[in-house]
């Protein structure tokens, strides 16, 4: 099948929404009357936080690093999170109120291609463009401190597990510490006594030393693990404000992503701006065109600017083509039952727009 295009109806979205898709196809024929019923779709918006939780613990000799080591330990105990990204992701949802049945000429035979939840992306054409999945942030679990591996056990010496005193352990701790940095400097020089056989051995050497400097280190400094959170929520823009905000997460310190009823925490927002209102086509003396009798209706959609703000700040920002800023026309379905050049479309899931018109050749 040759596509020839014959026009752009409506430009798509800064941000292409990206959903797996399941279609059926809907073929017209004398069995549904040469009719096909589908629903137009209204825009949501899916807002997906990532938030940053942060753990802190002092360490075993904390109160003598100052003493030994010159630098500030962590002190106590704390658990806090905060707000790292939010991304902005349109998709489609039912819009109940917008079902429509398209009527065809009798013994014509056009389809309809239909997503999972009825909207029209395609008519008389099977070739839809593929839908990335969107780049959305995943939780990631912390990793263990340097004290919680292998190389912490190895740094810690007979004589520092047979001290009682804490003072004394961290005393010995210390000592070993400048050893350990004694030791790598030595490697590096080519001065050790016994140096490693090749490259390889070398760096070896070294990382493990590295590894026990660094854990004996955390037990004055103490240690920091950082996790992230995910979670989505939805928002369904209002077609007749211009302009609104809503609440519709909150963060919370100790708790973490919270719902926006969750007065634990501080309210994220999303603020909408219409940028762009959808209008009917005139004909050639300024008229608004009639909605052709039995046609196929789709959606001229608006614009909008949307910005996640949080604790005074801008999180977040995209500009979005949205279904309810815009109107409803049809198209005639003769076009798609032309014995020589029937035509096809192709619709944007996310808002009913149609984003390709053209014709079919052999």
Same mark, same amino acid.
């Given at each position: 099948m040759n596509r020839i295009l014959l026009a752009?109806?409506?430009?798509?979205?800064?941000?292409?929404?990206?959903?797996?898709?399941?279609?059926?196809?809907?073929?017209?024929?004398?069995?549904?009357?040469?009719?096909?019923?589908?629903?137009?779709?209204?825009?949501?918006?899916?807002?997906?936080?990532?938030?940053?939780?942060?753990?802190? @613990?002092?360490?075993?000799?904390?109160?003598?690093?100052?003493?030994?080591?010159?630098?500030?330990?962590?002190?106590?105990?704390?658990?806090?999170?905060?707000?790292?990204?939010?991304?902005?992701?349109?998709?489609?949802?039912?819009?109940?109120?917008?079902?429509?049945?398209?009527?065809?000429?009798?013994?014509?035979?056009?389809?309809?291609?239909?997503?999972?939840?009825?909207?029209?992306?395609?008519?008389?054409?099977?070739?839809?463009?593929?839908?990335?999945?969107?780049?959305?942030?995943?939780?990631?679990?912390?990793?263990?401190?340097?004290?919680?591996?292998?190389?912490?056990?190895?740094?810690?010496?007979?004589?520092?597990? @047979?001290?009682?005193?804490?003072?004394?352990?961290?005393?010995?701790?210390?000592?070993?510490?400048?050893?350990?940095?004694?030791?790598?400097?030595?490697?590096?020089?080519?001065?050790?006594?016994?140096?490693?056989?090749?490259?390889?051995?070398?760096?070896?050497?070294?990382d493990n030393l590295s590894a026990q400097e660094?854990?004996?280190?955390?037990?004055?400094?103490?240690?920091?693990?950082?996790?992230?959170?995910?979670?989505?929520?939805?928002?369904?823009?209002?077609?007749?404000?211009?302009?609104? @905000?809503?609440?519709?997460?909150?963060?919370?310190?100790?708790?973490?992503?919270?719902?926006?009823?969750?007065?634990?925490?501080?309210?994220?927002?999303?603020?909408?701006?219409?940028?762009?209102?959808?209008?009917?086509?005139?004909?050639?003396?300024?008229?608004?065109?009639?909605?052709?009798?039995?046609?196929?209706?789709?959606?001229?959609?608006?614009?909008?600017?949307?910005?996640?703000?949080?604790?005074?700040?801008?999180?977040?920002?995209?500009?979005?083509?949205?279904?309810?800023?815009?109107?409803?026309?049809?198209?005639?379905?003769?076009?798609?039952?032309?014995?020589?050049?029937?035509?096809?479309?192709?619709?944007?899931?996310?808002?009913?727009?149609?984003?390709?018109?053209?014709?079919?050749?052999?």
């Amino acid at each position: 099948m040759n596509r020839i295009l014959l026009a752009i109806i409506t430009s798509v979205a800064c941000i292409t929404p990206a959903f797996a898709q399941t279609t059926q196809k809907l073929t017209a024929n004398k069995v549904n009357e040469y009719g096909l019923i589908y629903t137009l779709p209204v825009t949501e918006i899916r807002l997906t936080v990532e938030a940053e939780k942060t753990v802190k @613990q002092p360490g075993e000799f904390f109160r003598y690093a100052k003493k030994y080591l010159g630098i500030d330990p962590i002190t106590e105990a704390s658990s806090a999170y905060s707000l790292k990204s939010v991304t902005i992701t349109p998709q489609g949802a039912a819009d109940e109120s917008q079902r429509y049945l398209v009527q065809f000429k009798s013994g014509s035979s056009p389809f309809m291609m239909l997503n999972e939840a009825d909207f029209p992306i395609a008519i008389n054409t099977e070739d839809v463009p593929a839908q990335d999945a969107p780049a959305l942030p995943v939780a990631v679990p912390a990793k263990p401190t340097i004290l919680q591996t292998e190389a912490a056990a190895q740094a810690v010496t007979a004589e520092m597990l @047979q001290s009682p005193s804490s003072a004394k352990r961290a005393e010995l701790a210390a000592a070993r510490i400048f050893e350990l940095r004694q030791s790598r400097s030595d490697i590096i020089s080519g001065t050790a006594e016994n140096m490693p056989a090749d490259g390889q051995a070398m760096q070896l050497a070294l990382d493990n030393l590295s590894a026990q400097e660094q854990a004996l280190t955390a037990m004055f400094v103490g240690t920091v693990q950082t996790s992230t959170e995910v979670a989505s929520f939805t928002v369904r823009p209002n077609g007749d404000d211009d302009e609104s @905000q809503q609440v519709f997460a909150r963060l919370s310190v100790l708790d973490g992503i919270v719902d926006a009823s969750n007065l634990s925490g501080d309210p994220v927002v999303a603020s909408i701006k219409v940028t762009d209102h959808g209008i009917l086509p005139v004909n050639d003396k300024g008229e608004v065109k009639r909605f052709p009798k039995g046609g196929f209706a789709y959606r001229i959609p608006g614009s909008a600017h949307v910005s996640v703000l949080f604790d005074g700040r801008r999180i977040a920002d995209a500009d979005i083509s949205v279904a309810q800023y815009g109107v409803v026309f049809g198209l005639d379905p003769n076009l798609f039952t032309d014995k020589k050049t029937p035509a096809y479309a192709i619709l944007d899931p996310v808002t009913g727009a149609i984003t390709e018109l053209g014709t079919i050749t052999n």
